[in-house]
């Protein structure tokens, strides 16, 4: 099971944000990296793959600032980069293969940006793979408990809008397909400033 903070910053928003137009705050953020995933879902013509993000977390907290803009908000935070070679399928061969479909020697970083939220379940996110950004729209399911928020979401790429080519296996009798989702599940503590 993957434990990152995959589109973290994206979280923190839903439940804890004013009302009020042209408001500011700043949140402080800690992952609870046991309860959290990322993971990639794909399928070939003759079966399916599940891929996971194996890094560890970073143990600090971190701060996000917060803006409020008509229905959106707006957040300022650094982009998140996941390694790539940090990603793991069932087997070793399939793994060396996903780090090969995602040219990790030359572009070692999947790298996500938040830009925005909108309608408080709406997250607008740049993703850039092997050196080509591409802009997403992810609806996000969340709750709050206590300070506690889990958010999650699934969002589907096509692999060829980033520039890359899905692999044909054994003579070309198995080919991955061109569409993959991307899974994540992520559990966090809000804290006071």
């Known amino acids: 099971m993957m434990r990152v903070p995959a589109l973290h910053i994206i979280f923190i928003i839903c439940f804890s944000f004013s009302n009020a137009y042209g408001q500011s705050e700043k949140k402080l953020v800690k992952i609870n990296s046991h309860n959290s995933f990322v993971e990639i879902h794909g399928t070939t013509n003759v079966n399916s793959f599940n891929c996971s993000y194996n890094a560890s977390l970073p143990a600090e907290e971190f701060e996000v600032q917060l803006s409020k803009n008509g229905e959106s908000i707006e957040i300022e935070h650094e982009a998140l980069f996941l390694k790539v070679l940090s990603f793991k399928c069932p087997n070793s061969q399939m793994t060396e293969d996903l780090h090969d479909l995602l040219e990790y020697e030359d572009y070692p970083f999947i790298i996500f940006q938040?830009?925005?939220?909108t309608n408080n379940k709406i997250a607008h996110v740049m993703i850039e793979m092997a050196g080509e950004k591409q802009s997403y729209k992810v609806n996000l399911h969340n709750s709050l408990h206590n300070n506690q928020l889990v958010t999650s979401a699934t969002m589907e790429l096509c692999i060829t809008?980033?520039?890359l080519?899905?692999?044909e296996k054994f003579f070309g009798m198995v080919k991955v397909n061109e569409n993959i989702e991307v899974e994540f599940g992520i559990n966090m503590n809000i804290l006071d400033n």
């Open 161 to 163: 809008d980033f520039g």
């Open 165 to 167: 080519v899905a692999p």
């Open 114 to 117: 938040l830009q925005k939220i």
